[in-house]
Each structure stands twice: as C-alpha cells, then as structure tokens.
C-alpha cells in the first residue's frame, strides 16, 4: 500500500512509533507478571517505596505521639482526641504495608508487624476508654523512639 499526497512520507516513522509504544505498553507490568510465576501463591512482594512511604509516616506520627503524650494539659478532651487521630493514622499506615498478614520480601515486616498493628489497635481502644488510658500509646512511642532516634 502506498501512501499519497503530504502523508506519504510519515508512513515507516508512524509504523515504527506504533510498534514501539506498543512493545512499550506490554512491557509496563512486567516485573508483576515476572513475580507470579517466581514467588510461591501465598508470597505477596511489597514495593520497597510503599514500605518507605509508611514507614515515614509512622515516624511522623510516633513524634506527635510522644509530643501530645508530652503535654502538660492532663486528660483534657483535646489531648484525647488527638492521641486517638494519631494512632488511628499510625494504624491506617501500618494497614498500607501489607493487610493480607502473608509472608513476604520484607523478613522484619513479617516477624513484627502483626504484633505492632495488635498493639496499636489494643492502645487505641484504650485511648478511647473513659478514663482513657494512654500507657501502651507511650510505650508504642517510645519504643519506636528508642530504636529509631535519628536525630529527631
């Protein structure tokens, strides 16, 4: 087939380009594929990105944590409502790594992650009992603070 008039010349390049961005659009979700068939059923990979992301905001939220724990307005309403956000958002964050509980690439995601989000849930209803109750909070925080003091 030939092509007449202004476009005649255009033909091969927009064939290549078409071919390409097609092998290209193939290609996008290649490493999943790759993953289904090298990692057993019960395997989940974790994006190392989606692990740093999380994690960075669990360390946000365990700093608010501790400054709210740190207030010197005792058992006022605020101080509960706010504890009770920080750990529903270190909850919701813990939840984005991986809510399936299968193993995974991550082996100190696997063997601690479970317990944390446990414990989470336990200080938060706590947090939100009246009187609330904001010892496992501190000893969340703290322990997190302990391990991962970078300065901060």
């Not at 290549?16 to 290649?30: E, I, K, N, Q, R």
Request: charged share 25%; proline share 6%; with cysteine.
């Amino acid at each position: 087939m030939k092509l007449k008039g202004s476009l005649a010349g255009f033909g091969r390049p927009l064939l290549f380009a078409a071919v390409l961005l097609g092998g290209v659009a193939s290609c996008a979700d290649l490493p999943e594929r790759i993953r289904a068939h090298t990692y057993p059923p019960d395997f989940r990979y974790i994006e190392p990105s989606r692990v740093r992301s999380a994690m960075w905001e669990l360390a946000q939220q365990t700093r608010d944590l501790d400054r709210i724990l740190h207030d010197s307005r005792a058992d006022s309403p605020e101080r509960q409502r706010a504890v009770v956000a920080v750990l529903r958002t270190m909850n919701d964050a813990a939840s984005s790594i991986d809510p399936s509980g299968r193993k995974t690439n991550h082996a100190l995601i696997d063997e601690n992650l479970d317990l944390f989000r446990h414990d989470l849930a336990l200080a938060l209803r706590l947090a939100e009992a009246q009187p609330p109750n904001y010892f496992l909070a501190g000893f969340i925080a703290g322990t997190c603070l302990s391990c991962h003091s970078g300065g901060s």
